[in-house]
């Protein structure tokens, strides 16, 4: 009788997304209302695209990926690591963010003498590292800009170097800001959308899980698409596709 009142009251194993750095705000937000509607526990795993893509394919043991872009999660359908096709489920931003000067949130703004470095994600392992390239390869100056930037290995370690003022200019994630749970430091403004290609976030569901973890996953899916969370997207700076 013991043993099966403690294997009725144990709790579902927790439902492990891989999160692109950008997405770790709303992901969380949205775990924790699934949680609550569900009571199946999550678990967001936050990283750069790239190297989540990498460790997925070694076989870490994730059920969803809320990547970045669409490439990431179309390489793991490709090789037929997951149960579906990608799914896009937001459009990200860029934002300007400056740790001590309004006037430097602008990508101008760095070719400014006033600028002695940058950052910018990685470009190789982060799409918001492309989205900035794409953006800044167009600038007149980008010869000059491209002498003082510090690559970050993710979107959200350029939101730590600008809060450190180990840089005097970040381009980040709209999210990142909008999203933060508490305000940021120093001044930001958003990118225009229209200079630089549509940052199209997708999510796909993982193969490899116990039956139980892969229906969770879709129903996770699901929840995460919802037009219901339109709103919260919207509210932590991302476009949602009507």
Not at 139 to 161: C, M, R, S, Y
Request: some cysteine; glycine content about 8%.
């Amino acid at each position: 009788m013991l043993l099966l009142c403690c294997a009725c009251s144990q709790k579902p194993a927790p439902l492990r997304i891989a999160t692109a750095s950008n997405a770790r705000f709303v992901a969380e937000a949205l775990a924790k209302d699934f949680e609550q509607q569900t009571g199946q526990p999550c678990e967001v795993i936050p990283g750069s695209s790239g190297k989540l893509y990498a460790q997925i394919k070694e076989g870490a043991p994730f059920q969803l990926f809320v990547a970045a872009d669409l490439d990431y999660p179309q390489g793991l359908y490709d090789a037929g690591l997951t149960l579906g096709p990608p799914v896009e489920y937001a459009r990200g931003q860029l934002a300007v963010w400056a740790a001590n000067d309004s006037s430097l949130c602008a990508v101008d703004s760095l070719a400014s003498i006033r600028v002695q470095r940058w950052a910018m994600a990685n470009p190789e392992v982060a799409p918001y590292g492309r989205a900035t390239r794409a953006a800044l390869q167009a600038h007149p100056k980008w010869d000059k800009l491209k002498t003082k930037v510090v690559f970050a290995e993710n979107i959200a370690q350029v939101g730590q170097l600008v809060s450190l003022q180990s840089v005097d200019v970040g381009i980040t994630a709209l999210s990142l800001i909008q999203g933060a749970p508490q305000p940021v430091r120093g001044f930001w403004r958003p990118h225009p959308p229209a200079l630089y290609p549509p940052i199209r976030q997708g999510v796909v569901v993982l193969r490899g899980s116990t039956p139980e973890l892969e229906k969770a996953a879709l129903d996770f899916q699901r929840f995460l698409l919802a037009p219901e969370n339109d709103s919260l997207f919207q509210q932590m700076g991302y476009l949602r596709q009507g």
